[in-house]
């Protein structure tokens, strides 16, 4: 597929997701590389159309610069996105409010802290991403130092071999420093590249996940 016919189909996509606006975005193709940019109205919409190029087979890479515009009557304070976002964490057991620090810097957000599980750092930023006002978000959430496993790589490989979409034996698990995770191999599409990440970050003791995995299609 050449550059020309890989950007044609991004656009499209881009217009057959309902939850943006298609005609305020570029879109720019040079080997499986496609380039974001434009605006849009919220730091959502932007991930959303991060989603919908990432869904066109052939997409090898995405690079970002959407930028993310409110109209003036309804930009918020800062300190009104940051009371709003302890409000949403409180509401959100799975984030562990106590454990989050929020600042707040002309719409961008950003997490910091202290949790136990990836799952709930995602959950921290996935609620506050979805606020009117955020333009973006710097998710600095740490996670707390885990019992020592010594079986992480035997559990990451049980896992994916448990796993109906992914080929487990096309996968390389490498485990640094009792903790460390990278992951190589090649992969068909963003949906098993996903699957495989969550899988390693599932795994009790897991400090971090390098993934090194490339999407063929």
């Known amino acids: ?8 189909k991004v656009i499209e996509e881009l217009e057959f997701e309902p939850s943006i606006d298609a005609s305020s975005i570029g879109v720019a193709v040079e080997n499986g590389v496609v380039t974001l940019s434009g605006h849009l109205h919220s730091y959502a919409a932007k991930l959303a159309a991060e989603n919908a190029a990432r869904r066109v087979r052939g997409v090898r890479a995405i690079a970002q610069e959407i930028e993310v515009r ?5 930009k918020t304070a800062d300190d009104e996105i940051a009371k709003r976002a302890v409000a949403i964490l409180k ?12 600042t707040v810097e002309k719409g961008w957000v950003t997490l910091s802290g202290e949790v136990g599980w990836q799952y709930q750092r ?6 506050v991403r979805r606020l009117s006002g955020v333009t973006g978000v710097n998710n600095n959430i740490t ?3 885990p ?8 559990k990451i490989e ?14 390389r698990v490498t485990v640094h420093d009792g903790n460390k995770v990278s992951l190589e191999g090649e992969v068909e599409s963003w949906d098993e590249r996903n699957a495989i990440e969550n899988a390693a970050w599932s795994v009790p003791g897991v400090q971090s996940v390098e993934d090194r995995l490339t999407v063929l299609r």
């Open 1 to 8: 597929m050449d550059n020309e016919e890989l950007r044609q």
């Open 143 to 145: 996670l707390k130092s």
């Open 158 to 171: 049980s896992a994916l071999s448990r796993h109906a979409m992914v080929e487990a034996q096309a996968i």
């Open 91 to 102: 509401w959100d057991a799975m984030s562990l409010p106590g454990a989050v620090g929020i």
């Open 70 to 74: 409110y109209p003036s009557d309804k």
């Open 122 to 127: 995602t959950a921290a930023e996935q609620v």
């Open 147 to 154: 019992v020592y496993v010594t079986d992480i790589k035997q």
